[in-house]
């Protein structure tokens, strides 16, 4: 059985090294999920920005089925995607007859959230993603759902970042600058709050004693931040290994299409929350 894996080449939505550990852990576990079965895997690593790209990926090499690591995949790609006639998953991506493997994104939101609530804090700000991503999307409505439903929504606490350091320091520091500060900001991925920690301390403010910060991926180095990183674990490694799995029991024939596959977050506590004290919340 032959296997395409397909990577984008279009690294604007990470940096480079989060790049690499993102689609890194994700084909470890594809590969992973190879090794135990009769299987050939093939890696194109490329744009899609030419007509009939996906098309003519097709006519590259004969497989069986298509894993597509598509953070954003436009309305070409998909009609491209459902022209080639074989089974194809998405990992972190979401189409109306398409199989796929994510996590559950709003339900992540809602454990760093309601632990933050715990925790006391109510005015609790959020950095997103690229909001062309359904990741981004989905954490954004987790927050905006929770925060309605308590009654604490505050638009002025909704910040748009792109999923990079820079984006999340510079809108950490839009924040800081409200006449009422958050006490809580909980950022839509790892690296935009390591942007925001370093915010904080520029104004010499102290992580977690004034703000406390939480993140989502929970990336290795997360726990080696200053201080340890709060943050919602994706499992990549899981993640790829189940879309493999999944793709080959469609071509097999023992799966029914389309597969819609969520795979559960977890809450990683360290050191980067605090609980607020009742001054803070008397001054709140």
Not at 131 to 145: C, F, H
Not at 257 to 265: F, G, M, R, S, V
Request: aromatic residues 10%; charged residues 25%.
């Amino acid at each position: 059985m032959n296997i395409g894996i397909v990577i984008p080449s279009e690294t604007y939505l990470f940096s480079p090294w989060e790049y690499n550990y993102y689609f890194t852990e994700l084909l470890r576990g594809v590969i992973a999920a190879a090794s135990l079965f009769d299987c050939n895997i093939s890696i194109f690593h490329r744009g899609f920005q030419r007509e009939k790209d996906y098309l003519e990926l097709s006519g590259d090499i004969e497989f069986d089925g298509l894993v597509v690591l598509a953070p954003v995949l436009q309305e070409k790609g998909v009609r491209e995607l459902k022209e080639i006639n074989k089974p194809v998953i998405l990992i972190n991506s979401r189409h109306e007859g398409f199989n796929y493997v994510d996590v559950d994104n709003r339900k992540g939101a809602l454990q760093a959230l309601e632990y933050l609530f715990e925790m006391g804090h109510r005015d609790i700000a959020f950095i997103t993603g690229k909001i062309e991503t359904v990741n981004a999307r989905e954490r954004l409505d987790g927050y905006k759902s929770f925060m309605e439903e308590k009654s604490c929504f505050l638009q002025d606490y909704v910040k748009y970042g792109d999923f990079s350091k820079d984006s999340g320091y510079n809108e950490m520091l839009g924040l800081l600058e409200l006449e009422k500060c958050p006490t809580a900001v909980f950022c839509a991925n790892d690296l935009m709050a390591l942007g925001a920690i370093r915010a904080v301390r520029e104004k010499n403010l102290d992580v977690p004693e004034d703000i406390s910060v939480i993140g989502f991926d929970d990336l290795v180095i997360s726990e080696y931040f200053t201080p340890p990183l709060t943050s919602v674990r994706q499992p990549l490694f899981h993640i790829g290994k189940e879309a493999l799995i999944t793709l080959i029991g469609i071509v097999n024939g023992e799966k029914p299409q389309p597969q819609k596959i969520e795979i559960e977050t977890r809450l990683i506590k360290r050191e980067s929350v605090s609980r607020l004290t009742r001054q803070q919340e008397e001054e709140g």
